[in-house]
């Protein structure tokens, strides 16, 4: 069993930048992989990056890719997505997940998510 609790959303404008933060507990947590999602409303959830505990090798969506960055700091089970360069396009509420596996890759079976927070980007 993990439990996520995110934090860090809020309202900014666009391109500014914005730092989320995902805290894990539970057992064996360097087995899982983590991920962030996010949903607009109106539309299905979209992957948006991941990252292993271990060697922190990471994975972006092609939407995010140079603008997001994922980290993670072992010692606080902690994971972050710094986000810049924001557009209206990337307001939505995000989630982190936990996945099973290795190899972070949107394709693996999140199986625990936590509840959201939520970021708004205005012109």
């Known amino acids: 069993q993990v439990q996520l609790v995110e934090s860090g959303g809020g309202l900014v404008q666009a391109g500014g930048s914005l730092r989320l933060s995902c805290a894990a507990s539970?057992?064996?947590?360097?087995?899982?992989?983590m991920g962030w999602f996010r949903q607009a409303p109106g539309k299905e959830r979209e992957y948006v990056s991941a990252i292993n505990w271990s060697v922190a090798n990471t994975h972006y969506a092609d939407s995010v890719r140079g603008r997001f960055t994922i980290a993670r700091d072992n010692a606080k089970n902690t994971v972050y997505l710094q986000m810049t360069s924001l557009k209206l396009e990337d307001t939505a509420v995000y989630y982190c997940a936990a996945a099973l596996g290795s190899w972070p890759r949107p394709s693996l079976e999140y199986k625990y998510w936590g509840q959201g927070t939520q970021v708004t980007v205005s012109s």
């Open positions: 539970g057992r064996a947590l360097r087995q899982y992989v």
